[in-house]
């Protein structure tokens, strides 16, 4: 009894931070998933993808540039073109978008695991019910939820934190590293080279394209870029083959693709290698969605 009352204790000193069930290893999904899940409305625009869609996609300048509030950001860390795959007719499912916006960059076709049947096959069926309680049961695992929650007093809290999963009311987490608290281990990390470049996303991003047509939903790509510091001849060649691909796979779907390196962002808006802060994404965001054709 006296362990039930101070865990019951615990939980309600900390119900602020509980986190989203373990539906996939995935933090950053988690809570995504479960937040969509509860929603009471769908939408006609959804942004999907990793956390260049996450950090870089600003929500303000979405919801001006399409006149509309039916907006929602269900980028997440690590969420490669494959992953995003995984879980697109889900939340298509789930949302009913007429616009799709996916912000990427060379480190989503990077070689990487995808999600298991059984975090696919999680997410889906919090999706279709809405989420509830019992996940945690069914999901449980008591010292992960406990460290999650611990941290999550940062992530909710501090957008200066490189994991800020302080979400707005679109889905976004645009972040305001101060400059004394940018990783330089990060600030100065090498984007991929081409050998590092799984090719078979191309093929996955195609198929993805063709099933959004079917679907007759607009798919939107755009890439964001790399600090202008780190362009170096080698990363402008992999970039311009890189987006000429894109490109072609997107218009070939009747879809749109921007390529946010067509311009050189500075240094200074960024916190990372490629990640924007707030004022960067604004500027990223707006600028790009201002090259759209309609």
Known sequence: MPIAIGLTG????NRDYIPAPRYTSNMALNEQIYRVAGMQQQTSIMAIGSSMTLNNLASTPVV???????????????MGVTETAQLASDLVARLAPSKVIIVTNLMDFHSGSS???????????????????????????????LRQMDLNRIRFTDRGNYEFLGFDEHGAATLEVPPHRILRS????????????????????????IWFREQDIELIVLQSPYRQGLLTPALKDINEIHAARLRQI?????????????????????????????????????????QLER
């Open 64 to 78: 001006d540039h399409f006149g509309t509030s039916a907006y929602v950001n269900v980028g997440a860390w690590g």
């Open 115 to 145: 999600l298991s049947d059984g975090e696919v096959e999680a997410v889906r069926k919090c999706l279709e019910d809405g989420g509830s309680m019992l996940d945690y049961f069914r999901y449980w695992d008591a010292a992960w939820f």
């Open 186 to 209: 990060r600030f100065d990390e090498k984007p991929p080279a081409d050998a590092d470049i799984d090719h078979h996303c191309y093929a996955v991003l195609d198929s993805l394209a």
């Open 10 to 13: 615990y939980l309600l000193w």
């Open 250 to 290: 997107l218009e070939s779907s009747g879809h749109q693709f921007v390529n946010g390196n067509a311009l050189e962002w500075p240094d200074s808006v960024f916190y990372d290698a490629s990640h924007l802060d707030r004022a960067g994404a604004e500027a990223f965001t707006r600028w790009t969605l201002e």
